[in-house]
């Protein structure tokens, strides 16, 4: 895993993407970017890598700060909603509603050794989280501040 992660954090310089890094509990990796939606907001991107010794890791990407329902009372269409987008417009990403009303988009893969399959799928999904928005807000109303 630390030549993966020192090819990953070289391609994320090459690329000028800033990012932060923690080691989370069992050696995990977390990489947190945040990506300008708007002047006011930004799409936060939460990478998890397995620490492995093997030849391949997972790793799950996960948007946040999509949409944030307005009412959790409206999860019943907001549900109908994810549904809809995820049979047509997210592809190997999948839309989920938590508990909190948070609209967030995620990826789970496995990686090898090359870096670029991973960083590939940080900036696809960031254009698919930014092109949610718009039918987002016009099937839900405008998204909630976060705290």
Same mark, same amino acid.
């Given at each position: 895993?630390? !030549?993966?992660? !020192? ?10 993407? /800033?990012?932060?890094?923690?080691? $989370?509990?069992? *050696?995990?990796?977390? +990489?947190?970017? !945040?990506?300008? @939606? %708007?002047?006011?907001?930004?799409? @936060?991107?939460? @990478? ?7 030849? +391949?890791?997972?790793? !799950? ?14 999860? *019943? ?12 417009? %997210? ?11 948070? $609209? ?7 990686? *090898?050794?090359? /870096?670029? /399959?991973?960083?590939?799928?940080? @900036? ?6 930014? #092109?949610?928005? /718009? ?5 839900? #109303? ?6």
């Amino acid at each position: 895993m630390s !030549q993966f992660k !020192q090819d990953f954090e070289a391609l994320l310089n090459e690329k000028k993407l /800033p990012s932060a890094y923690k080691e $989370i509990e069992n *050696g995990h990796h977390l +990489y947190r970017f !945040q990506f300008r @939606v %708007t002047k006011e907001t930004a799409l @936060v991107v939460e @990478v998890i890598i397995q620490n492995t010794d093997k030849d +391949y890791s997972d790793a !799950q990407v996960i948007y946040r700060h999509i949409h944030m329902l307005r009412d959790y009372n409206a999860r *019943g269409r907001a549900l109908e909603v994810i549904n809809e987008l995820n049979e047509m417009k %997210t592809g190997y990403y999948g839309l989920f509603l938590s508990g909190d009303g948070e $609209i967030f988009l995620r990826s789970l893969l496995r990686i *090898g050794t090359d /870096p670029r /399959p991973l960083y590939d799928t940080i @900036v696809l999904g960031s254009a698919i989280a930014k #092109g949610l928005q /718009p039918q987002l807000v016009s099937e839900l #109303g405008e998204s909630a501040k976060r705290n």
